[in-house]
């Protein structure tokens, strides 16, 4: 069982960028990134070495090193605000293992305009 640590938040004014970053005490396959908003269903939104899901643009971008996935979003916009989950694939595996507990919200910086 691995195990994450990651900052409590995130915040990024609009047009701005902001690195959201998770660190695993094992060395995933890859490590993939969510995004959920209020009252929706978490959307998967990029991973290291992967294609970016269904209508995510290319302003989010998730890279690795060793056992540090990060995500960086530049010229963030309101639409962007939500909580974001990283979890890992295991070698041969079609689809996440687990989403783990790793949450970041973009707070007032990016919701205040």
């Known amino acids: 069982q691995s195990s994450w640590t990651q900052p409590p ?25 969510y995004q959920q908003k209020e009252g929706e269903a978490p959307r998967f939104v990029h991973c290291d070495g992967c294609s970016r899901g269904e209508g995510i643009p290319n302003r989010f971008t998730a890279t690795r090193s060793g056992t540090t996935g ?11 605000e939500a909580d974001y989950y990283c979890g890992s694939w295991n070698s041969g595996a079609t689809a996440l293992d687990h989403l ?13 305009g």
């Open 100 to 112: 783990l507990g790793l949450q970041y919200y973009m707070g007032d910086g990016i919701k205040g």
């Open 9 to 33: 938040s995130s915040s990024v004014s609009l047009g701005g960028t902001v690195s959201l970053d998770c660190a695993t005490t094992q060395s995933p396959y890859r490590i993939g990134w």
């Open 70 to 80: 990060s995500l960086a979003i530049t010229n963030a916009q309101a639409e962007d």
